[in-house]
């Protein structure tokens, strides 16, 4: 459990002791993160061979540093420009430390010099990206 979870623990067992009834540790918010990338038209079927059978070092991996609900998809935006959109949650405490845990894996490593072959970042992506970025701008619960 990460710190936040901890406390929330903590909070319940000090107020049950102190005669409150009914009360339940919360589980901290996901953050939820959108991204897009293109995707090479030529690549396209190797992209989803991959994605069909991902293998189980880069799932642990994902999950060790805090990845949940991951999802990508893929879209035909123009007439033979296609993009891939990933949506995903993150459930730590200290993203740039899991994401830098992540990006120094071996496994995680070979795992990209598969994928990044089938990729095109977008243009406009910010400094320091590889996929883009995008604004949440709805979300229903």
């Known amino acids: 459990m990460d710190r ?3 406390l929330s623990v903590l909070a319940c ?3 049950l002791s102190l005669g409150a009834t009914g009360c339940v540790p919360q589980k901290p ?4 993160y959108g991204m897009v990338i293109g995707v090479r038209p030529d690549k396209i079927e190797e992209y989803k061979r991959l994605h069909a059978a991902v293998w189980p070092e880069i799932l642990g991996k994902l999950r060790a540093v805090n990845v949940r609900n991951y999802s990508i998809y893929l879209a035909e935006v123009e007439k033979g420009k296609w993009y891939l959109f990933s ?3 993150y459930t730590g405490s200290d993203f740039k430390s899991d994401m830098a845990r992540m990006a120094a894996d071996p496994k995680t490593r070979e795992w990209w010099k598969l994928t990044d072959p089938c990729q095109e970042p977008v243009p406009t992506r910010k400094e320091g990206e590889k ?3 995008i604004e949440e701008v709805f979300h229903m619960d």
Do not use: I, K, S, T
Request: glycine fraction near 6%.
């Open 131 to 133: 996929w883009a970025a």
């Open 87 to 89: 949506y995903w949650e």
């Open 4 to 6: 936040v979870g901890d």
């Open 13 to 15: 067992l000090l107020a």
């Open 29 to 32: 918010r996901a953050q939820r």
